[in-house]
């Protein structure tokens, strides 16, 4: 299980062994000065162990680095039954994440699941397509990307909270798993972040009450041929 | 010189998509440039259309295909590795992200997703995208050639201009046979009623602010006299009040309608990320210090209770 922010992939593989597969689930993050007590919360969910790769190398890296990361701890740390990951990072957008991996570790890739069973040797899945879904048949091992339809995340119960608390994380550094600084050279160079000015001002529409200010919006928008 | 490879896309009917004809905008738009389409089956009939320098075509999408394309990641990689484009642009769309992606990895090359601008004004090439949610904007220069690019779909209007002189279509045969490890056994389809939110000119959505279910069939029925479609933010799926297939937003659908609608909807960026191309946004909501209002051309700062029925009754009219 990677990226650790991602709740849907750590319910996912909470879902295997509620209906019964007896499953080992791993949380794998890198980083760098993990804030520990949020790196936790899937421990608290019920995963059974943290690994995390906390370097300081590690602290301004692109996706395409993380990838690399990712799969060479994968490799050091495995093997894994099933990959599971989020839909997409939070913070920079880069769903392509959980494809890098699958691409590097040579496995295949099912992405946008939304259900997930295990079945011997195989894993029974439901991927979300525009109009409804596939139901679909994945080896063991496979990368899957799981997707919000899946359910909510469940709470950390107290026992839980209790048992997250008393498990300690295992760290790897990028020595541990063969990398060096040269590895994390990225191929995107960032030159310029910024906040994009708004060329966008509101017209609001106010009429004698809110009633009027409906119909006024309605007539505005004809003047405009937007209707 | 600059060398594109532009990885075209097809639509349901088999036609070349619009936002094919987006990129090919995107690409015209690079200083000295010399483009090259590739394009899944035969090009007959619209290698004309497509204002490209050359046209390659690599085997069809096999149906069966379970939306991971091994075979077109395969003959792209090996086309990249024998061509060396500067630049591969593909759509920011589920098969151009995947393809996009996994062929950047294979062939160990920088990877752009939903890139909103791209330029090689100053003799490198620059790509520009959304980040955070689209609330910033980040400018890369790549460090190493080539480059994989995804451009958000309505980044770009399509090219109207036609092939011509008409490009040059030339087979390739990258020699390899992807292994299909994964099956799809079936597929369930879900009624889906009117129009496809994502084609739609007029979308009408509803968020958190609308306080349950039953407001979006008031949401429906105005989607209706307008020909349009419902969508919907995260907080008021999530929440059950509505399917998912109805999400806008980052981890939702992209959509790029003429009028978006937003009806109780804060406008948190994730939620923009998904709308922010439509060409207007109106905006009802009471609360007149939400980001929407911050993004709409058009708005009502109300209770949407007493806002709707009125706009609703006079856009029935005017559609009268």
Same mark, same amino acid.
């Given at each position: ?41 899937? &421990? ?37 039954? @099933? ?23 040579? &496995? ?21 397509i525009p109009d409804g879904y596939q139901v679909?048949?994945?080896?063991? #091992? ?43 050279? #990225?191929? &995107? ?14 017209? @609001? ?23 | ?6 990885? +075209? ?7 070349? =998509? ?30 004309? =259309? ?36 500067? !630049? ?38 620059? !790509? ?11 400018? /890369? ?14 980044? $770009?209007? *399509? ?5 011509? *002189? ?20 079936d597929t369930i389809a879900e009624v889906r ?29 105005? +989607? ?21 297939s ?7 659908? =992209?959509?790029? *309608? ?34 929407? /209002?911050?993004? +709409?051309? $058009?708005?009502? !700062? ?6 709707? *029925?009125? /706009? ?9």
């Amino acid at each position: 299980m990677v990226n650790g922010f991602d709740l849907n992939a750590v319910e996912a593989g909470l879902q295997l062994r509620d209906a019964g597969a007896d499953v080992e689930i791993t949380v794998l993050s890198v980083g760098s000065d993990f804030i520990m007590d949020a790196m936790k919360k899937p &421990l608290a969910m019920g995963a059974d162990r943290l690994v995390l790769v906390d370097d300081s190398g590690l602290d301004r890296i692109d996706s395409a680095v993380t990838v690399k990361v990712l799969a060479a701890a994968i490799e050091k740390d495995g093997p894994f039954d @099933l990959i599971l990951g989020g839909r997409q990072a939070s913070d920079w957008d880069q769903a392509h994440v959980m494809l890098g991996l699958a691409e590097i570790l040579g &496995l295949p890739l099912v992405s946008v699941v939304q259900k997930l069973e295990l079945d011997g040797d195989s894993v029974a899945l439901q991927r979300v397509i525009p109009d409804g879904y596939q139901v679909i048949t994945a080896p063991v #091992p496979s990368v899957l990307t799981i997707t919000n339809e899946l359910g909510e995340p469940r709470y950390p119960n107290l026992r839980g909270i209790m048992q997250a608390s008393r498990k300690k994380p295992e760290i790897f550094s990028l020595a541990d798993l063969g990398l060096s600084s040269d590895d994390l050279a #990225p191929k &995107l160079e960032l030159k310029k972040l910024y906040v994009p000015e708004s060329n966008r001002q509101v017209e @609001l529409i106010e009429g004698e009450d809110e009633a009027d200010s409906g119909k006024k919006l309605a007539l505005r928008l004809r003047e405009e041929k937007l209707i | 010189m600059t060398s594109v490879l532009l990885v +075209a896309e097809r639509d349901d009917q088999g036609d070349i =998509s619009q936002s094919t004809l987006q990129a090919v905008t995107a690409a015209r738009g690079l200083a000295d440039v010399q483009v090259t389409a590739v394009i899944t089956g035969d090009a007959d009939g619209f290698a004309s =259309s497509l204002a490209v320098d050359k046209v390659v075509t690599i085997s069809a999408v096999e149906s069966g295909d379970v939306g991971i394309y091994d075979q077109v990641t395969a003959d792209v990689a090996a086309l990249i590795s024998s061509t060396s484009p500067d !630049v591969v642009i593909l759509s920011k769309s589920d098969f151009g992200s995947i393809v996009g992606a996994r062929v950047a990895f294979r062939v160990d090359a920088a990877f752009a997703s939903d890139c909103i601008e791209i330029s090689n004004a100053d003799g490198s090439v620059t !790509v520009t995208r959304p980040v955070y949610g689209g609330s910033a904007l980040a400018e /890369f220069g790549i460090a190493s050639s080539p480059v994989i690019v995804t451009l958000r779909a309505g980044a $770009f209007e *399509p090219s109207s201009d036609t092939g011509s *002189p008409e490009p040059e279509v030339q087979g390739f045969d990258s020699g390899v046979t992807a292994e299909r490890l994964v099956t799809v056994t079936d597929t369930i389809a879900e009624v889906r009623e009117g129009v496809r939110l994502e084609d739609a000119d007029f979308v009408v959505s509803g968020g958190r602010g609308l306080g349950g279910p039953e407001p979006f069939s008031v949401l429906t029925d105005l +989607a209706n006299v307008l020909g349009g479609a419902v969508g919907a933010s995260r907080a008021a799926c999530d929440a059950g009040w509505i399917d998912h297939s109805h999400q806008v937003g980052l981890t939702g659908k =992209s959509v790029s *309608p003429d009028v978006y609608i937003a009806v109780g909807i804060s406008g948190a960026s994730q939620h923009m990320a998904g709308c922010s191309s439509s060409r207007a946004i109106v905006a009802i909501n009471k609360d007149g210090d939400s980001n929407i /209002f911050k993004e +709409a051309r $058009f708005g009502v !700062v109300g209770d949407w209770e007493k806002v709707l *029925p009125s /706009f609703f009754a006079a856009v029935r009219d005017l559609k009268a």
